[in-house]
């Protein structure tokens, strides 16, 4: 028996990540009272005003009191795991996480900038992650998909700069979010396990984690700080955080997100 055209329609429409977006963004209104996030923006043009890259983003999700948003990238995979190496046999728990933030006052900006908070909930850290399948010629996905979701929140920071500079008071902070049904797998180990003859790891621990902090530097532009004098104060300062989220975890990530004390300084 042939298969049903609508049949074959269906397959073509769940090939593509929009129903993940679609069902994420349902989920998130459905539990607005209890979770506190609702969803601002859906599929939004973006350009960034320096490199002049475009795109879209696929949701950004603002708090309850309008000063948080998420920058969310959703990404639909079939049956795969991402493993994210972590040379630690008990890592801890990591809190820190390098965000956006705008503050603006009497139309006076004090701070523009990504900055290094702390927030809840912790999850482990990781600048390495090996998908399934992937060109090992091509740029990694992971690493291209987390410079895009990057640029894309700086433009829309400077998006909203625009439009709300002009208040009397303005706060924004932004976090960068990667939600996928991807299964999240850690892969803890002893660096001395490593042979330097072959490159391989001889004792290795894996665990299923509901999200990670994935760490690393993912903008070619160079960070604009005074009295950076090294390549690796550089390369420190060009760090960024973007979350990764299990689909399924997302809405308990929401529920249990909150940002640490921001120090006084960064509103003078």
Known sequence: MSEHPDEKLKKLVNSSGFPLQIA???????????AGWKVILNEHPWQHPESGDSGFIDLVVEDYHKTQVMVVECKRVRDTEWIFLIPKENPNPRAHVNTWFTYTQNGATKQFSWVNLTSDPGSCESEFCIVHGQDPKAKPMLERTAAELIDSTEALAFE???????ESEFLRIYTNVIVTTANLKICKFNPEDISLSNGEISTTKFESVPWIRFRKSLTPRPAKLKGVTTVTEVAKANERTVFVVNSENFLTFLKEWELGKIPISMYQ
Do not use: D, G, P, R
Request: aromatic share 12%.
């Open 160 to 166: 909203e700069l625009s439009i709300k500079k002009s």
């Open 24 to 34: 994420i963004s349902h989920h998130i209104y459905a539990t607005w009272q209890t």
